[in-house]
DNA sequence: CCCTGATTCGC
DNA sequence: GCGAATCAGG
């Protein structure tokens, strides 16, 4: 893979938004977070504080969750059936949310997500982008232990209050 | 071990 | 310039 305009852009859009290395590097395809970082590095982009501490200390890099588009595109792209299944609330809204949405079960439904990420059950299922546009994704990332989320977007979803230590 | 970004260095 | 290997760390 060769780094072409929009690859960099991206690059530097997804960087500059907080995005993991890893997650970029899912995101672009065909490369390694190696690759991410040392092109990071060459392009002179602003090296994060520390990787794990900036995802568990701040939560100030919202990635617009689809959380209504999701329905609203099912609509126009394929019969509505089994991905009503709405995926975490919008992190403003989420505020007093007491129990997180299901899991996996926006995963299957009629929106082709060949674009998707093909996940583990350990890696984060936060839905990113509008399902209907090109660029849509999950989120990818590491999940944490026995979450459909990444620590970040666990945050958002789960609205945890009891791991301020952690 | 899982992951993170940073750096090195052969290509 | 590129990125795998490596380093240093949570």
Known sequence: MDWTEERIAELKRLWSEGFSASQIAERL????????????????????????????????QRSRPAARPVAAAAMRVAPVETV??????????????????????????????SSALTLSDRHCHWP????????????????????PYCTAHCQLAYRKTDDAAA
């Open 128 to 147: 990113i982008g509008h399902p209907n546009e090109p660029g849509f994704h999950f989120c990818g990332a590491a999940a944490s232990p026995g979450r």
């Open 29 to 60: 395809g065909g490369i390694t977070r190696n690759a991410v970082i040392g092109k990071a590095h060459r392009l002179h982009l602003p090296s994060r504080p520390s990787p794990i501490q900036r995802q568990m200390g701040e939560r100030r």
């Open 84 to 113: 009503r299944a709405a995926p975490p609330p919008p992190p403003t809204v989420v505020a007093k949310a007491p129990v997180p949405p299901p899991p996996k079960a926006f995963r299957s439904g009629p929106i082709d997500y």
